[in-house]
């Protein structure tokens, strides 16, 4: 995107990790809050950065 310098996902389930699902596995397991952090690039214009936190619902169970 234009003017962004950086973006970051950050995911957390009792602590921060930088990878969903940890330890690159597959899991239908969701993370309890997202991070989301935009830091706009260098340069003229607004600068600084948006970090946004979303709690998620928690995934209801699959039946067989």
């Given at each position: 995107l234009p003017g962004v310098g950086a973006l970051r996902w950050r995911f957390f389930d009792g602590g921060w990790?930088?990878?969903w699902p940890p330890g690159?596995?597959?899991s239908k397991a969701?993370?309890?809050g997202v991070e989301?952090?935009?830091t706009l690039a260098d340069g003229?214009?607004?600068q600084g950065?948006?970090?946004r936190v979303v709690q998620l619902p928690v995934r209801?169970?699959?039946?067989?």
């Open positions: 990790v930088d990878r690159g596995g597959a969701w993370p309890r989301l952090e935009l003229p214009g607004a950065s948006l970090r209801p169970e699959e039946g067989p």
